[in-house]
């Protein structure tokens, strides 16, 4: 497991479509950050604001890190060496989604920063600003459940990219919608809005379970396509 793990890791940090996400995340996050008419309120829900439609950035790398790793059989080498599937689906999850975590929450940590050295964020109960923090990242690890189970069960770079950026896009839609609120709640993106606008209207014990129960099934679903897939 520790070898999956440095392997991936060393291939994370060797990825050049990675360090690209995150610089774009950053620039795209500072443009509309500074664009926006709620930076005078307070910078960390300005920032957190935007993370949903920053969403695709996350699906975009899945494509290099996960969907290219069956066309070029890569996934195929470490269990043919020896290696669990259990173990290989872990190590990628963890890599992909700490690789996903840099992606979206990277500026948000950052400009929240910023923001408290400015003031204009408020930090006036500290519990209750990490407690915040601590939704956000749990979210982002939901958010980053969707792609990876997709790639997991389709096993190919063309769905691995499309099937997630249809549904980002009606995720968008339905969030729109006459029934956004309701819908919100049930989705780590829309949690993330109904946070930023300090409209969650829910307790955030039950934001937790829904995040995790999303986590929890995806992994399972990831764990499926890739037990019944032939790798050898």
Excluded at 60 to 65: H, K, N, R, S, Y
Excluded at 109 to 120: P, W
Excluded at 172 to 188: G, K, W
Aim: glycine share 6%; with cysteine; proline share 3%.
């Amino acid at each position: 497991m520790n070898n999956l793990l440095k392997a991936e890791s060393y291939k994370l940090l060797h990825n050049k479509s990675f360090w690209g996400l995150f610089l774009f995340s950053f620039v795209l996050g500072s443009i509309m950050l500074f664009d926006s008419n709620r930076l005078t309120d307070d910078m960390l829900d300005a920032s957190l604001y935007n993370i949903p439609l920053m969403y695709f950035l996350i699906i975009i790398l899945a494509v290099p890190f996960i969907g290219e790793d069956f066309g070029n059989r890569t996934i195929h080498s470490f269990v043919s060496g020896g290696h669990k599937r259990m173990d290989v689906l872990l190590a990628k999850t963890v890599i992909y989604l700490s690789a996903s975590e840099g992606i979206l929450a990277g500026p948000l940590l950052f400009h929240s920063f910023i923001g408290i050295v400015m003031g204009s964020v408020e930090v006036v109960a500290v519990t209750e600003f990490l407690e915040k923090i601590g939704l956000i990242l749990i979210a982002v690890l939901a958010m980053g459940m969707l792609p990876l189970a997709v790639a997991f069960v389709f096993k190919d770079i063309g769905r691995t990219l499309a099937i997630p950026m249809a549904l980002f896009f009606l995720m968008i839609f339905a969030l729109n919608s006459d029934y956004s609120s309701q819908i919100a709640v049930l989705l780590p993106m829309g949690q993330l809005r109904l946070l930023s606008l300090n409209e969650l209207w829910v307790s955030k014990i039950m934001i937790l379970g829904i995040d995790v129960l999303w986590i929890f099934l995806l992994y399972i679903i990831s764990y499926i396509g890739l037990r019944h897939c032939d790798l050898k």
